[in-house]
């Protein structure tokens, strides 16, 4: 750093990877469906209340609104009416340039046909792009066309071809069974009966939703024969989680039967978990976090979780990034929100002399990218 | 706001409603009374300590010594001492009137021979007040006089007759068995089976505590009907409590079945779960919470607390409480901490310009009374 | 306090009781052990990152390299290279003395052979030392020569000559079962029988380490009776435990089980539990806790940790430890990064106004060194 030079400045500056998001939308949102993606609540704000009143709300009347032109701190009437006028495609390449990011990992399983692909993106943002193979939407892709017999192999047919094209695997155990789930990986026997009891089901009439925790756990160990970055949802989500079986600490068991593997355990968003998070990547070589979406949704108090995040962990194993989803305002305000944090947090260092200037560099630069080109093996 | 104003002398200035409370003690306690109301423990402090050296404690001998013509920072003994000579009635009518409540909402079914009732306490505050009906009070009110198989609409009648003048209820599940209840409503053979049980043993002798969970679920159910606020313990109380039962993340499945009932879930207190329960509060419509009892007693740094809670919860979620019982210094310290730390909260935002003052003025109201005034349908 | 001065000048100066600690090492200790040591991991960091960029190998970089005659902020590779220059007696006789200790208590029990005694701790430091038993190293080194049903007067017989020289002891069940232990103590006919099945399986060639709850629970309720300090350890440790089973609020049963028998409970280390920690010391009058071990590992980020052991825990509940295990460091960052954070968290209440100087000061030396006199009687 130059001499006044503040770690804020250079966090502002740093390109980023966002190891873990999902693509943009496509068209242009109604209002109804910003309000919808600016949250993780299934349903509309209560009558006489709006989104734009919760923590991310707040930060985009702030910090997207002058990208669009507008003051800051418009109403929500206001931002919501200029979102409009420009259309989805100049709002999505507008706020996305804001982000400064270098590289996008995408999540490419989750309601991909209302979200931009990983060529789209590079498109619209002339940054990078990689994927991420989401295992259950995998498996339930390929489903109706096998026997029980047949499942196993098909899937695992699948998972090679898409994992040639993808730096890394995502599970959403958390979501469809809980993280207590048990470490050990299933018999084959069990796998096959599990597949039938699935596939007769979906025949029946039932959707292909995949909540088995049996076929959850085989994707889960098919995955660690990767080794490869396994990206694990924890903690904070949408109304389906049961937020304490998605202590990360439930993962205790599944971290020691994997430590020697080759696979990663990415720990993703992990709020209100961060420290239990922190603790597992301090003890184990094979786990990471970050605070993504959360940072998002904290908005002006995010500091405080960038900063939990930052407690235990060693500095080599957090990584960025702003779980986005369709709305360009998650990006820019995930980007916005966490340069702002870790560069005060440094920077609070740096004024306490407990590291010096070229270890704030150094550290800014691993949290930002360095990090994550290590762990996913992408230079 | 005016030029140069700032949240903290708005929020100092601001009527309050605090949601969620008791009667003040009547008559003068006695020296070891107060220092039993002062702390959520049992038992008194150990040889040569003083509940005066808790964080509450604290903030009574810097806040409201003052009050009784004290210097800030007295000792337990000048305190106590002042506090006798004035007596119980005087002592109440100043510490209550500093708090600057406009509106109490009073649960009336604790140790309620001992506090004032609703009447007595508008008469000593000039300030309004409405009843909250404790379910669990109110059955073991009606229990010695019905049978079995009566004993269910004889509940139904005497809910209906209470909450015909109150505006809400309250549920102390967490302390008879824990927040991990089965979310589903009981059927009526097992109803009237769990009353039996319950009868019998107090024709045997027992106390009427009623902790029998299909009871206590069964009330729960029969206020969900009223369609109404439904003010639930969580987290932090005396040591009644296993505090991990207490963790608000257990009623996911209590939130999703009472969605759509018109019934609103009233998150107390909820330390150390704050963030769990924030939440809960941004993910459902009809979820609210506060911080309370836990900014009472975690004095100095009760401004953490309430960051938490303004951390993840849209802006309207959010309410106001003291959780004061008996002891007058409960509502002092309780308005006065929490008028601090959401001005402290709300100048910072202004400070990093991720608000602007209109939304500062609004919030500040907004947490103060204007939630409370929606969720509770005030006026 | 003088005038113009400040709580962190105080806490730098005051005199500390260790209250939880083991010796240092005995030799000079290579890199590759170094590194180990200061990391609660069991494994080298991953290829191409150093534990000196963990929080606590930062602060070793700061705080540490100056005392080694280095400047603030050096390389590991300058670390390392001056710690081996001077030998493994020069650092610790330096690092040691940094640390202000005027007693340590230490826990003689874990790796001991490697690590020095209370009698060379002494000689090196020239403070007074005092002993701590371990309870389930106690009973592994008696257990090869006991018959199952000598198992019970055997350890009754060493524990009594063990505390006629200790101040304490100290349980890690939550290490070899969990906090969510039965809190009744076991019949002794369970005792004889877990006594059988253990001693049986180590003459048939498995290792004595013990784990079987019953006799966990045996030895705990020995203890009891000797109505003397039990440390406990909760929480964060190394990768043996599973985290949510070391939430302190599953010892809630224990507590009142033992509330009146003249035993105290200590509480160790409680991250990241400490608020769930400290709700128990305010409502059980024999319940105290510390942050040790976590505020090293957080280094720069520690003054959070300590601002949430005070946050709700009566002042005369709290206690300085730095859990140093082998590496000097420890000690000294443990001391410095308390001093700094008791500092800080006092000096900001008293920038607010809620206490004075005179209970800043003697809340310092409670703290730091007054509590464990009452605590353990040592005085």
Redesign the interface.
Known sequence: MRAGESVIELAAELPLIDHHCHGVQTGTATDAEVELLA????????P??S?F???FG??VR??CAPLLDLP??CTAEEYLRRRGELGGTEVSARLLASSGTERYLLDTGFRASTVMTPDEMATLTGAATEEIVRLEALAESIAPGCTAAGFASAFDDALEAAAANAVGVKSIIAYRHGLDFDPAPPEPAQVTAAAGRWLTAIEAGSPTRLADPVLLRHLLWRAVELRQPIQLHVG?G??D????RC?P??L??F??AT?TTGARLMLLHC??YI??AA?LA?????VWLDTSS?VS?????SQ??V??S???????KVLYASDAFGLPELYACGSWLWRRAVGRVLD??LA?????A??ARR?VEMLGRGNAV?AYGLE
Chains 1, 2, 3 share one sequence.
């Open positions: 949250t993780e609540s299934n349903w509309p704000a209560p006489g209340t989104v009143d919760n923590p707040i930060t702030s910090v800051r701190h904070y949408d109304p989680i049961v937020l304490h202590d600490s439930h205790t068991g971290a020691h430590r709020y209100p420290r239990q603790i301090q003890l184990f070589p094979h959360a949704h904290a908005g002006p108090s405080t979780l900063r939990e930052l407690e235990i962990a060693p500095m080599h609070e260092w306490d002399d407990l590291i010096g070229a270890d550290y290590r």
